[in-house]
């Protein structure tokens, strides 16, 4: 399995990134996508995740309501729609896969891409 993220940038606060996920290798019906975050001197932690056929979905807390999480079956691809965008959102974004229903922690995804870069400016 091969994870590739794009999407990332530069920002000001209150703008906004679309990030994108395109996934090879295998058949991902059965799959969870996840979506990532570590800054600098902090742990990886979860953003949002959605089921492959995009019928659940999960949001930390700290996104809820500013980001999207969806997914594009025919194209395999997953998507992190971002608004309002503050600097706290600064980190490195990868997307993750696991095979299984959501969960929040990055230890059980099995595959991760290699990570974009976001930079919310004040």
């Known amino acids: 399995v091969q994870l590739q993220a794009s999407g990332g940038g530069l920002v000001q606060a209150g703008g906004s990134l679309r990030l994108s996920c395109a996934a090879s290798?295998?058949?991902?019906?059965?799959?969870?996508m996840g979506w990532f975050r570590q800054a600098p001197g902090k742990e990886r932690e979860f953003v949002a995740a959605?089921?492959?056929?995009?019928?659940?979905?999960f949001y930390a807390d700290s996104v809820k309501g500013r980001f999207t999480i969806s997914s594009d079956n025919s194209k395999n691809m997953a998507y992190l729609q971002m608004n309002s965008l503050k600097p706290e959102d600064t980190a490195v974004y990868y997307c993750a896969a696991r095979r299984g229903v959501i969960v929040v922690t990055h230890q059980n995804y099995d595959y991760w891409g290699q990570g974009t870069q976001v930079t919310v400016s004040s």
């Open positions: 959605i089921t492959w056929n995009g019928r659940s979905s």
């Open positions: 290798g295998r058949t991902f019906s059965s799959y969870t």
